[in-house]
């Protein structure tokens, strides 16, 4: 039996973490849509056309080490706003969401152009400020040198222009249930989203 969970929201809200977290508890499978976006900007470093590089996307090319960086996030936002770009990697998506045993995805469209009929739609958000904190803190770590006000920035330009753009715009689905993580820790955020499920699944 399939059972799609969608999780979408702006960057750096605590999508993936939540989704992996969800994906591990309930014995489903996992797929970070931001990285297939992430491996076509990242081919667009080496020449190709954002259309070859998403048309010929391996699986290769999602195990890049650079897909992480503030470079490959904002190239992501930029090829993510071609519709040539969106409908290549539709396929695969939306057969990730309906695999047997159960799917959580996440991104940006997953309840309202790839899954519009998941079982269960969730709108990840927290505010600005405290989502270019967290993520500051996670490139530090892994060795980036950036500050605050430069992550926030980032944040900012990728979510108006992902908000911005005619095909598939990161907004809610009309029936997601929007979780603010602003003041919460990721394990009552996590808690909160599995009580949630639960309560759908009956
Ligand atoms: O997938 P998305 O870009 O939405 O966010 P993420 O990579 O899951 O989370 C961004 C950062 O915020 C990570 O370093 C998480 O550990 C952290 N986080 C947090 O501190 N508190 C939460 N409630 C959720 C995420
Ligand atoms: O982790 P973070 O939220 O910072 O970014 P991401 O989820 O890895 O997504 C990177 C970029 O890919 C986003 O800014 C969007 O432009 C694009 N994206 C999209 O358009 N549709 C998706 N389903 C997932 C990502």
């Known amino acids: 039996m399939s059972f799609c969970i969608a999780i979408d929201g702006p960057a750096?809200?605590?999508?993936?973490?939540?989704?992996?977290?969800v994906a591990a508890h309930f014995g489903f499978a996992h797929l970070d849509t931001g990285l297939l976006y992430r491996a076509v900007g990242a081919k667009t470093f080496e020449g190709l056309s954002p259309i070859e590089a998403a048309e010929g996307l391996a699986a290769e090319d999602l195990s890049r080490d650079d897909l992480r960086s503030g470079d490959a996030g904002q190239a992501a936002s930029r090829v993510?706003?071609?519709?040539?770009?969106?409908?290549a990697l539709v396929d695969f998506q939306q057969a990730f969401a309906r695999r047997e045993g159960g799917a959580v995805l996440d991104g940006r469209d997953i309840g309202t152009v790839i899954c519009p009929d998941a079982e269960v739609k969730l709108y990840v958000t927290a505010s600005d400020e405290v989502r270019a904190e967290r993520r500051q803190k996670e490139l530090t770590g892994k060795g980036e040198d950036v500050s605050v006000e430069e992550v926030l920035a980032d944040l900012r330009e990728r979510?108006?222009?992902?908000a911005a753009r005619a095909t598939a715009p990161l907004k809610?689905?009309?029936?997601?249930?929007?979780?603010?993580t602003t003041?919460?820790?990721?394990?009552?955020?996590?808690?909160?989203?599995?009580?949630?499920?639960?309560?759908?699944?009956g």
């Open 183 to 201: 003041e919460m820790s990721i394990e009552e955020a996590v808690a909160k989203v599995i009580a949630l499920i639960e309560a759908r699944r």
């Open 172 to 180: 809610p689905a009309e029936d997601a249930v929007v979780i603010d």
């Open 80 to 87: 993510a706003a071609i519709p040539e770009v969106r409908s």
């Open 159 to 162: 979510d108006e222009r992902d």
């Open 12 to 21: 750096a809200a605590g999508k993936g973490t939540i989704s992996k977290a």
